[in-house]
């Protein structure tokens, strides 16, 4: 199979949030992807505080995945303060949110590949630091961000009493 990475329009808000509950939906372990809200989604996009991308099959056009950068702003929001960026650094991260590939097409790379273009375009736009939260057992997500030049910088608590590894990168 081959597949087309592409930015998405701000108004596919609810698509996302549909594709992203369905991959939840066939997790096993549940924990291990703490999906945001499809109206947090759908707001994030139509402000442009997030940028989505989509994996689409080429022959078919099916949507094989999801990814959804959020920028955060410098508040205490922001992933940043665990990885010991100061407020102005702070404002020139980003939350590599989210990525939901659908089971079938697992293993092909799709992970990488919208992350990889989210962070080519991304520091197009000013961005230096990007982070992501990984539970601490996910081994799979784990070693995508570390082929990718991610370091676990904390781990704790988020998102109300999930474990997470707090991941992040240094552009320049």
């Given at each position: 199979m081959e597949f087309i990475i592409s930015k998405a329009g701000r108004e596919h808000g609810q698509e996302?949030?549909?594709?992203?509950?369905?991959?939840?939906?066939a997790m096993e372990q549940k924990e291990w992807f703490v999906a945001d809200s499809p109206s947090f989604i759908e707001e994030s996009m139509i402000s442009g505080r997030a940028r989505g991308y989509w994996a689409k099959e080429i022959q078919t056009g099916r949507t094989a995945g999801v990814?959804?950068?959020?920028?955060?702003g410098p508040g205490s929001e922001n992933l940043g303060k665990e990885g010991g960026l100061s407020r102005e650094e702070r404002k020139l991260a980003v939350h590599m949110d989210t990525v939901a590939v659908l089971p079938w097409f697992r293993?092909?790379?799709l992970q990488r590949r919208l992350m990889e273009q989210a962070e080519k375009d991304l520091k197009k736009e000013g961005f230096r630091y990007f982070l992501c939260t990984v539970h601490p057992d996910?081994?799979?997500s784990r070693e995508n961000m570390e082929k990718l030049g991610y370091r676990q910088v904390w781990v704790g608590e988020k998102y109300g009493g999930y474990m997470r590894a707090v991941m992040m990168k240094r552009s320049e």
């Open positions: 996302f949030a549909r594709l992203i509950q369905q991959v939840w939906e990814f959804l950068a959020v920028i955060p293993g092909l790379g996910n081994r799979f």
